[in-house]
């Protein structure tokens, strides 16, 4: 009998790569799966052929050998396809898994397991992310029932072993020679059935704690910031270390100031006779108030620069600077004598003194 072609049989160009062969082999053994065909001998046929062209074209070597010398290329390595299901679902077990859950009979590891990680949103204000700030928030997070241990077992009962797997989480099918195990779908894989859950935690093992949680927010972090709370996560199964906690950060706009990147930027009304004079002025700053002097002539939109007055650098030593802006206020309104002078002034612009 004449082999058909692989890259015919999956349905995918020569040039495929791995992720289009792998997709298209699922999507063929899904549909001829044996377990979903009982009795189909034609299915069996496709399953076992789409399985043996997956063999070849998902291996580098096999698929080089396979373009070069075709299958003849192939059988002088000693490849002549799979004799049955269990040499299939032995090669291809996990994929099954990931596929649709059929598996090969191996069961997982039951070792300890890491909790899961948690992520928490905290809004805080300009002055904390610049400055740095430590505070406490509270989470609500699953914690192991204290009535039934984390079994999930009402107590002074217990759990049953299923009758279909006979606790071992899998049944076996067979299909004429071959016998094809999967997933228990009576107890879906557990092996055990739970007659009387704890009524506390309603049959999950878990009940929701809140927990203060203590944080310190380094200076100089900013929106989108992410800090770790190591062993603050979810609980681990079967003795599995804690899971962690990432508290993301939201830093809200400041009324006063402005931040590029650790930098801060700032604008300061000052009159015309400031301007005009020069004058020392205060103005406020992360730490507080800071002198600046304005000298005599200072045009609006000029900008003065206060050297590590800015915020913190987050991965190493020393800060920004902050720029200040100042902006000149013209009034609104006069009095009399004020016009007079105004006048008076222009009158003189442009003649020396």
């Known amino acids: 009998m004449v082999k058909r072609d692989y890259y015919e049989i999956l349905g995918v160009p020569r040039n495929a790569d791995e992720t289009e062969i792998k997709k298209a082999y699922r999507q063929l053994a899904l549909q001829h799966h044996p377990d979903r065909n009982p009795g189909d001998k034609s299915a069996e046929e496709k399953f076992k052929e ?3 062209a997956y063999e070849v074209l998902r291996d580098p070597e096999k698929r080089g050998l396979y373009d070069r010398y075709g299958h003849e290329g192939l059988s002088r390595t000693g490849f002549s396809g ?39 949103d905290l809004t805080i204000s300009f002055l904390d992310a610049a400055l740095g700030k430590e505070m406490e928030i509270e989470i ?32 076996s099918h067979s299909q004429g020679f071959f016998t094809l ?11 055990f059935f739970i007659p009387h859950p704890c009524p506390d935690c309603r049959g999950t093992g878990r009940v929701k704690k809140s927990k203060k949680i203590p944080i310190k927010i380094p200076a100089g972090v900013d929106s989108g910031s992410r800090l770790r709370v190591s062993g603050e996560g979810g609980e681990g199964d079967r003795g599995g270390r804690r899971g962690d906690l990432y508290v993301i950060l939201h830093v809200e706009p400041h009324p006063f100031f402005e931040r590029h990147e650790d930098d801060v930027m700032c604008q300061i009304p000052i009159s015309f006779v400031q301007a005009a004079l020069g004058e020392e002025i205060e103005v406020p700053t992360l730490n507080g ?11 609006s939109g000029q900008v003065f620069t206060l050297r590590g007055m800015g915020i913190p650098h987050l991965d190493g030593y020393g800060k920004g600077d902050q720029h200040v802006q100042v902006a000149i206020k013209v009034p609104s309104r006069l009095s009399k004598r004020q016009k007079e002078l105004l006048k008076e002034f222009a009158a003189l612009e442009g003649k020396d003194d």
């Open 50 to 52: 789409a399985s043996e």
């Open 140 to 171: 609500d997070r699953p914690e192991s029932c204290g009535t039934c241990k984390g079994t999930a077992i009402k107590p002074g009962t217990k759990r049953e072993t299923c009758s279909a797997c006979k606790g071992t989480g899998q049944v």
């Open 289 to 299: 108030t800071k002198k600046i002097t304005i000298p005599p002539g200072t045009q």
């Open 82 to 120: 799979f004799a049955g299901f269990e040499d299939i679902f032995s090669s291809f077990g996990d994929i099954f898994e990931d596929f649709f859950g059929f598996g090969t009979g191996r069961r997982r590891s039951a070792g300890p397991q890491k909790g899961p990680d948690f992520r928490y």
């Open 181 to 191: 195990r999967t997933t228990c779908s009576r107890c879906r894989g557990q092996g």
